[in-house]
């Protein structure tokens, strides 16, 4: 059981460029959430979706996109990347009330 | 719209003095709570939550967390605290229904003094 499978653990972008952070689970869990984190601010979430093909805005969605085609992917997409995006990326699901939410291994993104 | 604030960024105690890390939230109606908490460069790992029921909730390593519903507080606390304990501590809250969102707070970065 892997639980929630983040791809890549790190990576260098330079500005104008774009990519997928990849994020899988395979708990067959509805709610599905992407969090970036930066020192001092806490997670901040980007944005999160309930099932497939439900996807919303969350704290700081401006410069990302996503999608969720499959119970089990939630990709997150950086289009034109700008050095305000470098952080740390954390992927998580969460199966719903009376269990917890379980967190990837974190994307470290450096934009330059 | 629900949010999480804790108020405390940094702490720092002795090992062996008696920690409380405090979390407020702001939700119409009950929410879920958590506490996770992240050493230096890892992931985060769940401490305790909280759904409904005993308003006291043990969790891992020694924690246990209060749900005080007039005071929108569910603070952290643990008796004695270890150096192994240092690490930053999140609290987080989900709007029980189905309304999606799970927001962290900022955090608390927690220091023990030998």
């Known amino acids: 059981n892997a639980g929630v499978t983040q791809t890549p653990k790190f990576r260098i972008l330079k500005i104008g460029q774009s990519m997928t952070l990849q994020c899988t689970q395979d708990?067959?869990?509805?709610?599905m959430y992407w969090y970036r984190q930066d020192p001092g601010m806490g997670l901040k979430l980007i944005y999160y979706s309930v099932g497939a093909g439900i996807t919303d805005k969350g704290e700081v969605p401006n410069g990302y996109n996503v999608s969720r085609s499959t119970t089990e992917d939630f990709p997150l997409r950086l289009e034109l990347a700008a050095p305000s995006q470098t952080s740390v990326y954390f992927c998580?699901?969460?199966?719903?009330?009376?269990?917890?939410?379980?967190f990837g291994q974190g994307t470290r993104l450096t934009v330059v | 719209a629900q949010s999480v604030t804790q108020p405390d960024i940094h702490i720092t105690v002795s090992e062996g003095a008696s920690l409380e890390l405090r979390c407020n939230y702001s939700y119409g109606a009950t929410p879920y709570l958590f506490w996770y908490v992240q050493s230096p460069g890892q992931g985060l790992q769940l401490l305790l939550k909280y759904f409904s029921g005993d308003t006291l909730v043990q969790g891992i390593k020694g924690f246990e967390a209060e749900f005080k519903r007039s005071q929108s507080s569910f603070n952290l606390r643990k008796p004695s605290v270890h150096w192994s304990d240092a690490a930053e501590y999140f609290c987080a809250v989900h709007g029980s229904g189905n309304t999606g969102k799970l927001i962290f707070g900022q955090g608390t970065t927690l220091q023990v003094k030998p």
């Open positions: 708990m067959n869990h509805n709610y």
């Open positions: 998580a699901s969460w199966g719903g009330q009376g269990t917890e939410a379980f």
